[in-house]
């Protein structure tokens, strides 16, 4: 069973540029969520999917949107890159509604600098 | 709003001594609290978390952690260091166990030969 995925694993893009990053979620759960990771601080929430809709969003601009497919994966697309946009993005997946049981699980994530 | 400060952002210990990570966090709900380990240029590993019950709570690598309610403390530990621990370490809290979950600042652990 596959957990959760994103790629590309890394990328370089010039300032001003849009970048596109994609994630499938471990199989049987229907709720994305990503964050953005600086170099050396703890990730931060950019936004939550459920039911191809944002349900939650943190404190990130416009230029941060996403989408959610029917297939419960998602992208999430940032425009008009800037210098500080360069990070790590963490894709995570979940199940709407799981119990204690459940678990949040993170990809690897996807190795963004902005030249 | 709930957020979470992990005292200490660097820890060094030496190989084979107790390995003691500290973290609090703010909620307004019963947590869902978590300690997460990252590797250099790799993603979020879970090490363990907690929801319900039981507040001392036993994670991979032999890591465990307390739910200490009135503290409002989530201490990450360890009995004995071993070289390959060597890593970031995150404490994070979530409202519920597939919400949008809030990470602290980070602790870099070094293990000392």
């Known amino acids: 069973d596959a957990g959760v995925t994103q790629s590309p694993t890394h990328l370089i893009k010039t300032r001003g540029q849009q970048v596109t990053l994609r994630c499938s979620p471990k199989?049987?759960?229907?709720?994305v969520s990503w964050y953005q990771q600086a170099l050396g601080q703890g990730p931060q929430f950019i936004f939550q999917y459920y039911e191809e809709e944002e349900r939650q969003r943190g404190n990130f601009p416009d230029r941060f949107s996403g989408h959610q497919f029917p297939n419960y994966s998602s992208e999430l697309n940032v425009n008009a890159l800037l210098l500080g946009d360069s990070a790590l993005y963490l894709c995570a997946s979940s199940l709407e509604g799981g119990g204690s049981g459940n678990t949040i699980y993170f990809g690897e994530g996807s190795w963004l600098t902005v030249v | 709003a709930q957020s979470v400060t992990q005292l200490g952002s660097h820890v060094s210990v030496s190989e084979g001594a107790l390995v003691l990570l500290r973290c609090n966090y703010s909620?307004?709900?019963?947590?869902?609290l978590f300690w997460y380990v990252q590797y250099p240029n790799q993603g979020l590993q879970l090490l363990l978390k907690?929801?319900?019950?039981?507040?001392l709570v036993k994670g991979i690598n032999g890591f465990e952690a307390e739910f200490k309610k009135s503290e409002t403390s989530f201490h990450l530990t360890k009995p004995s260091a071993h070289m390959s621990d060597a890593a970031e370490y995150f404490c994070?809290?979530?409202?519920?166990?597939?919400?949008?979950?809030?990470f602290g600042p980070g602790t870099s652990l070094s293990v000392i030969p």
């Open positions: 994070a809290v979530s409202e519920t166990s597939y919400d949008k979950v809030i």
């Open positions: 199989s049987g759960h229907d709720t």
């Open positions: 907690y929801t319900t019950g039981a507040t």
């Open positions: 909620s307004s709900v019963p947590p869902y």
